[in-house]
């Protein structure tokens, strides 16, 4: 028997699709959408070169082009999805850092969104240093008038990490975004990525117990990998994790995050003509079977270890 209460399935974790279940009562899909933004630690103001693991796009994910009009990303998107009927959907800028902009800009980019077919939310990907005052309180207008969820790449609480990955910013700056988008009742998620060089597993169940106390509503949890002829996997490929090694350790994470935080995944999806480690990665069903089956064999769940 299943002891995990937000369950309708096998999973002894907080889907993100029971969660999406139970609040709507009907097929909810995110479209990925790139509203053109850039990222500070790009142009200029902090840094030219990005973190060492952020892609040229600015996510690990297959996604829209700039220069193809939100309405034309959106119609792409959703023809994707056109074999669920009845379906709402979530406009997800997920490209670089979605509150990096004036706010006029910001208020038009998001205004567009809210105004495509059937689009009952909003879903915004940025940089906790991306988050201000005068931000927060724009923020705050949308999510009295739609579905609004912000998303902060943390990746690690370690500082050390974030200065070897080139983040320009830390985990203050992450604290600082929380405690201010908390302050206007704002639904708050977070990214963690495994295998970061020198990261020792110690260190990333560290990363997620932290913030499973930090009332964060939902985590997505990722692997590191490494594309092809990029400078980053000449240097780093030698860290890539071991299949294994990541179901021990995405277990452990998931016994220390309370039960009510949601998850979004459980491993990313590189591309697969560019993948050079880790080459598991590419077989998601199989990790998320793996998981499964290790949660199962341990007698264990989601927030199991969450209290001590």
């Known amino acids: 028997m299943n002891p995990f209460p937000y369950s309708d399935d096998n999973k002894r974790y907080h889907t993100y699709s029971y969660y999406l279940k139970h609040k709507y009562g009907c097929k909810v899909a995110r479209v990925t959408l790139n509203g053109g933004f850039t990222c500070p630690n790009r142009d200029g103001t902090l840094s030219t070169g990005g973190c060492l693991f952020c892609s ?29 009927k009845n379906t709402k959907y979530l406009a997800y800028l997920q490209s670089f850092s979605g509150t990096y902009a004036d706010i006029d800009r910001l208020k038009t980019v998001y205004d567009k969104c809210l105004s495509l077919p059937n689009v009952y939310g909003l879903v915004i990907a940025t940089r906790a240093d991306c988050i201000d005052q005068a931000c927060c309180q724009l923020l705050a207008e949308y999510a009295d008038k739609t579905d609004l969820t912000i998303e902060l790449g943390l990746q690690t609480i370690h500082d050390k990490t974030n200065k070897i990955m080139n983040r320009c910013e830390g985990f203050s700056e992450f604290e600082r975004a929380v405690n201010l988008l908390k302050s206007v009742n704002i639904p708050i998620w977070t990214h963690l990525l495994n295998g970061l060089p020198y990261e020792t597993h110690d260190m990333m169940v560290e990363s997620a117990k932290v913030i499973g106390q930090m009332g964060i509503n939902g985590v997505k949890i990722h692997t590191l990998y490494y594309l092809k002829n990029t400078h980053f996997a000449e240097l780093y490929q030698n860290f890539a994790m071991d299949k294994d090694e990541y179901i021990n350790t995405v277990c452990d994470q998931l016994e220390v995050l309370p039960s009510e935080i949601v998850i979004g995944r459980l491993t990313g999806d590189a591309p697969r003509d560019k993948l050079l480690a880790p080459l598991w990665t590419s077989r998601k069903r199989l990790v998320l079977n793996a998981i499964d089956t290790e949660l199962v064999n341990r007698n264990s769940f989601q927030g199991k270890f969450a209290a001590l």
Do not use: M, R, V
């Open 56 to 84: 040229e796009e600015g996510s690990g994910e297959q996604i829209a082009f700039p220069e193809k009009s939100l309405e034309i990303q959106f119609d792409a998107g959703t023809k994707k999805l056109s074999k669920w």
